[in-house]
């Protein structure tokens, strides 16, 4: 059985679905100071602290020193490291009341309590930061969760994407229009689709015109861009001024090597997303692009995804950044990423984690609030019940969890040492 706090978010389903006029909620008080006594902990940058006192007062880390007093929570035998930054995934994806991949049809009160406990099994892997690109049902939750008090992780989310038709159509004005309705609508970054679907054969569909338009519009509105590309568009979406490009899978080294000169944070995924479609093919089948022949694609090219990964890693100046594309059956599960980093794209166990760390808080524009353990960083703290620079699966094991100097989680095992 669940414990009573696994249904916490459910209340927040409540709230939303309701059309009742109720009172508004205050935010959750800032918690009490406290100090967490460590041994042995991670950075977030390629670092290692010793011997420390954490000092949390406000939300954030105030101080790491080996004197700092007060109420303590005692993560000896852990090891402790800032909370995880996954840069892609679909809170919103999850499945209903059958076990199928939930659609629109979907009624409101259940999608809510979908996308409401995915956030909290998200929160329970480990992860304090998630964007999330992206459904409009996103927003909501992330202002419950930022306003409201809501367990879950932060969240970014685009609240939709745009999608390119694979022709010249849309004037730059048009373009521009699309950006400026996001943000009216209070996205947080700009998703662009510049390739269909692998699952459908991974054709351009933008432009570097357009890709130009739209990336230059979300910089002037103060927003991040983020593109889905394949192919060749990965280079096309660097050129264009762009941020962050996702998947990148048949590109060349040539394009890679393009985006890394340019400084476009590169975003490949190995370790999860495929392997839970293929996991749970027979409850996505049959909606939208889900058919057998692209599941099969999928799995077929997924040599072709660990081949980007290491084109990327090994080139120099590329910034690899920490996604995971999580849908539906994944969520909780993203820290399945690292294993798959080490083993198919040739990451040591330390860049794989800093890349979930200071290099994806980089990536989302927080690299000075988020990522890192030290003074006046969020206190977004996490401990693994093991050392996983020596056996990475260690990051299975999340048995303390903090965001904003709130714990969510904290179950001590007898296997730690004392």
């Known amino acids: 059985m669940r414990p009573v706090s696994a249904f916490l978010p459910l209340l927040f389903a409540a709230a939303t679905a309701s059309r009742a006029q109720v009172a508004p909620v205050p935010p959750p008080r800032a918690p009490t100071p406290v100090t967490l006594l460590v041994d042995r902990a991670l950075d977030g940058a390629g670092g290692t602290i010793s011997g420390a006192r954490i000092r949390v007062e406000g939300g954030r880390i105030t101080a790491i020193e080996s004197t700092a007093a007060g109420t303590s929570i005692d993560l000896r035998g852990y090891t402790v490291m800032p909370g995880w930054i996954d840069t892609h995934v679909h809170l919103d994806s999850h499945f209903d009341r059958t076990g199928r991949i939930a659609t629109d049809s979907e009624p409101a009160l259940e999608a809510a309590m979908g996308i409401a406990l995915a956030a909290w099994e998200t929160l329970m892997g480990g992860f304090t930061t998630v964007q999330s690109v992206g459904d409009p049902g996103e927003r909501p939750l992330r202002d419950a969760i930022r306003d409201r008090g809501v367990p879950g992780p932060r969240?970014?989310?685009?609240?939709?994407?745009?999608?390119?038709?694979?022709?010249?159509?849309?004037?730059?004005?048009?373009?521009?229009?699309?950006?400026?309705?996001?943000?009216?609508?209070?996205?947080?970054?700009?998703?662009?689709?510049?390739?269909?679907?692998?699952?459908?054969?991974?054709?351009?569909?933008?432009?570097?015109?357009?890709?130009?338009?739209?990336?230059?519009?979300?910089?002037?509105?103060?927003?991040?861009?983020?593109?889905?590309?394949?192919?060749?568009?990965?280079?096309?979406?660097?050129?264009?001024?762009?941020?962050?490009?996702?998947?990148?899978?048949?590109?060349?080294?040539?394009?890679?090597?393009?985006?890394?000169?340019?400084?476009?944070?590169?975003?490949?995924?190995?370790?999860?997303?495929?392997?839970?479609?293929?996991?749970?093919?027979?409850?996505?089948?049959?909606?939208?692009?889900?058919?057998?022949?692209?599941?099969?694609?999928?799995?077929?090219?997924?040599?072709?995804?660990?081949?980007?990964?290491?084109?990327?890693?090994?080139?120099?100046?590329?910034?690899?950044?920490?996604?995971?594309?999580?849908?539906?059956?994944?969520?909780?599960?993203?820290?399945?990423?690292?294993?798959?980093?080490?083993?198919?794209?040739?990451?040591?166990?330390?860049?794989?984690?800093?890349?979930?760390?200071?290099?994806?808080?980089?990536?989302?524009?927080?690299?000075?609030?988020?990522?890192?353990?030290?003074p006046g960083y969020a206190a977004d703290i996490i401990a693994l019940d093991g050392d996983p620079l020596a056996d990475l699966t260690a990051v299975r094991r999340v048995v303390f969890v903090m965001r904003g100097g709130v714990v969510y989680k904290w179950a001590p095992t007898a296997a730690a040492k004392r």
């Open 155 to 374: 969240v970014l989310t685009s609240l939709g994407w745009i999608v390119g038709r694979g022709d010249s159509t849309g004037t730059p004005d048009e373009l521009r229009a699309m950006v400026r309705a996001r943000q009216a609508e209070g996205a947080d970054l700009i998703k662009i689709f510049a390739s269909t679907s692998q699952r459908v054969g991974a054709r351009p569909t933008l432009s570097e015109a357009q890709l130009r338009i739209l990336c230059d519009e979300a910089r002037a509105a103060g927003m991040r861009s983020m593109v889905h590309a394949y192919r060749s568009q990965v280079s096309v979406a660097a050129r264009a001024g762009c941020d962050q490009v996702e998947h990148a899978t048949y590109a060349s080294a040539e394009d890679i090597a393009t985006a890394a000169r340019l400084g476009t944070v590169i975003s490949p995924q190995v370790g999860l997303v495929v392997q839970n479609y293929i996991a749970n093919k027979e409850r996505y089948l049959g909606e939208g692009n889900y058919t057998e022949e692209g599941m099969a694609t999928m799995l077929r090219d997924l040599p072709l995804d660990f081949d980007i990964c290491r084109i990327a890693v090994s080139t120099p100046g590329a910034k690899v950044v920490f996604s995971t594309d999580a849908t539906a059956g994944a969520h909780g599960r993203n820290a399945e990423e690292f294993l798959g980093r080490v083993e198919h794209c040739g990451q040591t166990p330390m860049a794989a984690l800093v890349s979930a760390q200071s290099v994806a808080a980089q990536a989302i524009g927080m690299g000075d609030q988020l990522g890192r353990l030290a």
